[in-house]
Structure formats: structure tokens, C-alpha cells
């Protein structure tokens, strides 16, 4: 099917991170006949590439209201702690019907977004990645005790939240939690399989289609 470049090309600039997002509609399709949408986020958690996404969603809601189900392709090895934590809430209370696929790699904070859906689907081959929260600090030459407690308090906050969003979508323990987070070494990589059986992917693999409607999102550092 012949398809065209709509409405909503747009990028911006910010602390030298360049942020995209595109929709592609069918150029028989009018917005009554959208019925399902699929969105492609490939790239980091922040919170430009965080704003797009829920732009996104806020132009589905707007303008195709014919819309049962919205496809979230997620590709992301993380990024913001706290730009993570707003989609998870924002996505987690939208009204709109929300699945949510790894389609490659979800890590780090991106965890959270996939978290955010109680429809839960990965691709065949793809990976999830747990593990600690990292606060960044200003690279000095000697580090005074409040600066190490301020990232040692940050790093705490992080964790936690990290182990509340997955006691909410896994059948993992609380000491399996606390041993993810506690330190690097904890790290797990899961498999789509494994992923399944903990109850992160709880609706099993979910292969991509083309939509009648299509918005991809990524950003320039990935």
C-alpha cells in the first residue's frame, strides 16, 4: 500500500540531543477508518524522546477516535530514571487500549515504560535487561562525604522505585528484587522465555504488522 508522509514531522534541538518523530498514514485512509496504530520508540529514555512519545499518543486520542488498540514497539536500552518514571504513570493510567512489545532489547529504565501496560508481549529473540540505578555526580578531583551521601541517597530512591514498578509486573521475589538492584554484579539479562516465566512478558510474543497508522520515534544518540 502507497503511503505518504503526514501531518506530524517534527525535531528539536536541546543540549546537542536531536529528537524525531514521524507518522506515516495511508493515503486512502481517512482518520475514521484507523482502527489500530502502531508506534516505534528506538532510542533513549529522556525526557524529549518521553514528550514525543506521549505527544504521540495525545494525537491518537485527538484525532482518530476510531482507535481499539495501540502497538508500542519498544527498542531502548534506557536512559533518565526520572523521564522513565513519567511515562510509566503517564502510560499506566491513559484510557487508551495500550500493548506494549520488546521488539528488541529493554533495559535499564525502559523497564518501566514496558512495565506500564498489563499487556505485555516480546519478539521472539528479544532481551530485557534489570539492573541497579546510576545517579550521575560532577566529575571532581576529591569528592566531599555530603556529595557521596547525596548520590548514595539518590541511588537508594532509584532502587526502590526500580523494585516497587517490578513487584507490580513480575512474579519475582523481594529478595530477588533486592539482589537485582543492590549492585552491578546482580545485573540479570532474560530472554523472552525466561521473561515469560517471571511474568514480565505476560501475553507471550507478538509478531509486528503494518498499521493503518504508524508513528516511529528515536533520537540521534542511538
Known amino acids: 500500500m502507497k503511503q505518504i508522509l503526514v501531518a506530524f514531522i517534527a525535531a ?3 543540549t546537542g540531543v536531536k529528537a524525531n518523530v514521524v507518522s506515516i498514514r495511508g493515503d486512502t485512509v481517512t482518520n475514521g477508518e484507523v482502527n489500530e496504530v502502531g508506534v516505534y520508540f528506538n532510542g533513549s529514555v529522556n ?7 506521549m505527544s504521540s499518543l495525545a494525537d491518537v486520542q485527538s484525532n482518530y477516535r476510531n482507535v481499539k488498540n495501540i502497538d508500542l514497539y519498544l527498542n531502548s536500552g534506557g536512559g533518565d530514571m526520572d523521564a522513565g518514571y513519567v511515562a510509566y504513570e503517564a502510560l499506566r493510567k491513559t484510557q487508551q487500549k495500550l500493548s506494549i512489545i520488546n521488539a528488541s532489547m529493554t533495559g535499564s529504565a525502559a523497564t518501566m515504560i514496558y512495565c506500564a501496560s498489563s499487556d505485555r508481549y516480546t519478539m521472539p529473540m528479544a532481551k530485557f535487561m534489570l539492573h541497579p540505578a546510576a545517579s550521575g555526580y560532577e566529575k571532581v578531583d576529591y ?3 555530603d556529595q557521596a551521601r547525596r548520590i548514595l541517597e539518590e541511588d537508594d530512591s532509584y532502587n526502590a ?3 516497587n514498578v517490578y513487584a507490580s509486573c513480575t512474579n519475582l521475589t523481594a ?3 533486592e539482589k537485582i538492584t543492590a549492585s ?3 545485573r540479570v539479562i532474560y530472554s523472552a522465555e525466561q521473561a515469560e516465566k517471571n511474568g514480565l512478558a505476560n501475553k507471550g510474543v507478538k509478531d509486528s504488522h ?3 497508522l504508524t508513528y516511529f520515534i528515536t533520537d540521534s544518540q542511538s
Open 161 to 163: 522505585l526500580f523494585r
Open 12 to 14: 528539536i534541538v536541546s
Open 210 to 212: 503494518s498499521y493503518p
Open 143 to 145: 569528592m566531599k562525604p
Open 47 to 53: 525526557n524529549q524522546t518521553v514528550t514525543w512519545l
Open 175 to 177: 529478595a530477588e528484587l
Open 184 to 186: 552491578e554484579s546482580g
